[in-house]
Structures are given as C-alpha cells and as structure tokens.
C-alpha cells in the first residue's frame, strides 16, 4: 500500500486546490468501488520537480531567484502533457493539482498522454520581455532531462503564449543538438505550432453550448453568454459565442468587466485589448466588478480566467442555467454542490475546456509525422472528438443518475485505472 504516501503528500502538496482535487477523487474512487491499490497510486504525482531560477535583471547587475515546478501525475499512458502557468501565487501543491486535472482530461476525451503541469512564481507583468525570455531559457535549461517528445511535453497556460513556448523549444533544440518542435505544442506556426492553437480552447468551449442548451431546454440563437477572463481563452470563447449567433452581455479581465445587455462588440473589445494590453478603458459596455459577473444576468457563465472563482459564497447569486468551465478549477466543491442544488447545468472543465490539449495532441502528431493539416481539418476533427466526449459523459451521467463533473471523472479515472493494471507493478 501507498497510503502513506498520500498523507505524506499532503505535506508536499498542500494547498487548497490539491485538497479538492483529491476530494474530488476519493468520492468518485469510492463511487467506482476502485482498486485501493490503484487509487492510492493516483492521489500522488509520480514525479515533481522542483528548480530554483536565476536571472540578471535588464539592469545588468541584480541577479535574482525564482522557484519553478514541473509536475508530472500519471506516466502510465504515454508521455505527460500540460501547461506551463507564470503567475505570482503558483506552488507546487497547485501545480500537482493541476496536473492530476490534466490526466483526467486526457483520459476523456481518449488522448494518449498522461497529466502534467509546470510553474514558475513570478508576476509575469513585472518582467521585460528580455527577461521573460532569459527567465524561460533558465527554466527549460533546468527540466531539460524531464520533457521532450515522447517524455513530457509543456504547453502555455496562464501567462505564457505563443512567444514562451518558442524560446523553450529553441532552448531545449539547443541543449539536445537538433532543431526538436515536438517538445512543445502552442508554438508560433512558423516552428511547427497549430494553425488553430491559439483558438483551440475557446473554440472547443464553445463547440458545446448546443448540447449543453438542448439538456437545458434553451435555443441557442441569442443566448446570452458572460465570459470572465479576456485571455487566450476568455477572448476566443467570446469570439467564437458571436459568430455562433450568441449574445455576449458581459466580459472581464483582472481590471474588471462590463455589462452590455444588446450584446457587447467582441472585435472592439479585442482591438481594444490588442492596443492597451487591458481591457480597463472600453467604451462597449457599462462598467462591472468581477464579483458582479458572477452574478450576472445571462444564460451560460463562463469562467475563462483562474481557479476558485465561484465559492460557496456567491454560488447562490449565479443566474446562469448553465456553467461552463473554460479555466482550470473556477468552481470549489461547494460551491458545485449549491449550483448542482439549484438545477444549474455545470460542464466540468476536465470537459468543456480539453480543446486546448486535443489541438495541442493534433500539434504533436503534426511534428512528430511532418503533417501538414489545414485549419478546417483541425477543427472539422475537434468538434467530433468534443462532442463525442460530451455525448460519452452525458450518458455516463444518466446512467449513474449523477451530475456531468462525476460523470467525466468516472470516465477519466476508470480509463486510466484500466491502463494500469494492463501494465502491472514494475518490477
Ligand atoms: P491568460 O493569461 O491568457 O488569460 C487570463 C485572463 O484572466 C486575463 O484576461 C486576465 O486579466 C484574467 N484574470 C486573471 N486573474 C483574474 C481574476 N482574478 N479575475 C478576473 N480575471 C482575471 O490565461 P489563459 O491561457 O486564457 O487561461 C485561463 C484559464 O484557462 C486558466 O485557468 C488555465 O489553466 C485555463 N486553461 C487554459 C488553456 C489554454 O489553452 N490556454 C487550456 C485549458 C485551460
């Protein structure tokens, strides 16, 4: 038994996302009546690594330390895959969190990769770009024998974009000796990266409004989506609901949101973000918090910027009849238990946002097998793989009278746990 482990674990891990992902396990382990030995295996990650980086600043002369974290949770399927955050509050214990999110997800929607994910503490808006980059080249430098094609293969989250993930890729190309763009996947497509990346997560968020709506009785033209989060994938999301025919009444970033009840113009927000790097400024809408977004009035909330958003205090005030969840953990448990109380419809992210690592899985067999696919193929295949996964979970949850998130961790841990007892205990 392992056991031990998890309780010495917790002193590793410790942090308030790691303790829900795990309760979130334990209750649907025990639903599944999972082998103990199996399941005390998956509450730790197999490997996590910790670096300290230095960097000089652009002042020439203070060097300063940053800590860094590659967490890789299930090896057992292939090689792990995750994203790499660069954000002020990241440690180890929600980076392990994370990553055993990112083997769930996999695991639904049928990708041959486990969970991984990566880290670095720091408040990416204080840094240069030329240090950003030397903060980057130091990481990758420091987790080199960890990752590369068939090991582990890193992809932007928050923080990190196109431009990170090619300095990782020129880095580790570097260090092994050879030109490698399969070592990560969200790369410029100018070095091998998806002509449909940067969308992939919105999109395929989005890709699930008609099913979603259906089990809720609403018609999808003119439904009215907020969308909190105007990054990667809160501006894709926004974008991809209005050219659906949705009406999108409310975004927000960091500075805030507005409200537009007759529908806000998603281009000219975008332009807006595009020339102020913020959305504080915009004319399209009236002037909201973060917390009244949650709140809003509207048909679908999506939560597309960071975790522990809705909690149990404001889940009460969602008049939302469906949550999709485009970012990594924006609902606590309790919060999932009063919303599930109220009939509203919750997609789990482990679902509604797994665009993002289809298309990255589409990236890696493209530079793996030099294919070249079009954009209309990219997407013609995320569609099919979501709304397959969906319709799986769906009935997974009339079949065990349950609600979607269980449903999908069902799916997701039940896959992994067959795997691992095909293989057995090496030696
Ligand atoms: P990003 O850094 O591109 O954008 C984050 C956005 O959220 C920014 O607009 C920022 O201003 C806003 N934001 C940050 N903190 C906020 C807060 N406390 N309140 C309101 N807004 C806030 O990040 P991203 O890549 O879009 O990722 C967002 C979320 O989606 C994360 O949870 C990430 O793990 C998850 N996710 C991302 C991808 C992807 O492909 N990028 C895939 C799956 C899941």
Request: glycine share 12%; proline share 4%.
């Amino acid at each position: 038994m392992t056991e031990h482990l998890v309780e010495e674990g917790m002193r590793e891990w410790a942090s308030p996302l790691y303790s829900e992902a795990l309760s979130q396990f334990n209750r649907v382990a025990e639903l599944i009546e999972l082998d103990p030995n199996i399941a005390a295996r998956m509450r730790v990650p197999q490997r996590a690594i910790i670096v300290t980086i230095p960097y000089r600043r652009d002042d020439g002369t203070e060097v300063k330390s940053l800590f860094g974290y590659r967490v890789q949770h299930v090896l057992t399927m292939g090689p792990t895959k995750g994203g790499i955050r660069y954000a002020p509050d990241v440690n180890l214990g929600e980076v392990a969190a994370l990553a055993m999110l990112m083997t769930w997800k996999c695991a639904i929607v049928g990708l041959p990769f486990g969970g991984a994910k990566g880290g670095v503490r720091v408040d990416p808006t204080t840094l240069s770009r030329a240090e950003t980059q030397r903060v980057t080249r130091r990481y990758t430098a420091e987790i080199v024998d960890f990752i590369g094609p068939t090991k582990d293969i890193p992809a932007p989250d928050m923080g990190t974009d196109e431009q990170v993930m090619a300095w990782i890729m020129d880095t580790y190309s570097q260090q092994v000796g050879h030109t490698e763009p399969a070592v990560v996947t969200g790369k410029p497509p100018a070095l091998g990266g998806s002509v449909a990346r940067r969308e992939a997560t919105g999109r395929g968020l989005v890709s699930l409004v008609p099913a979603a709506a259906a089990q809720r009785g609403l018609s999808t033209d003119g439904i009215r989506v907020a969308v909190q989060g105007f990054g990667n994938v809160g501006r894709y999301a926004s974008l991809a609901a209005a050219q659906a025919g949705a009406k999108v009444v409310a975004i927000s970033d960091i500075s805030g949101g507005f409200y537009n009840g007759k529908g806000i113009d998603v281009m000219a927000a975008i332009d807006h973000m595009d020339r102020h790097r913020s959305l504080d400024g915009f004319a399209g809408g009236d002037r909201i918090s973060n917390a009244d977004l949650i709140g809003a009035d509207c048909d679908i909330l999506m939560p597309c910027a960071t975790g522990g958003v809705i909690t149990g205090a404001n889940a009460g005030e969602v008049k939302a009849k469906i949550v999709m969840e485009g970012a990594n953990g924006p609902t606590t448990l309790e919060a999932d238990g009063i919303l599930n109380a109220k009939g509203v419809l919750v997609v789990p992210d482990v679902l509604a946002n797994a665009g993002g690592v289809t298309v990255s899985y589409f990236e890696w067999v493209q530079d793996v097998q030099k294919y070249l696919w079009t954009e209309s193929e990219i997407v013609g295949r995320l569609r099919e793989i979501m709304s397959r996964a969906y319709e799986d979970v769906q009935s997974l949850a009339t079949k065990h009278k349950t609600d979607l998130r269980t449903a999908a961790l069902i799916r997701g841990i039940k896959r992994v746990a067959e795997a691992k007892l095909a293989r057995g205990v090496y030696p």
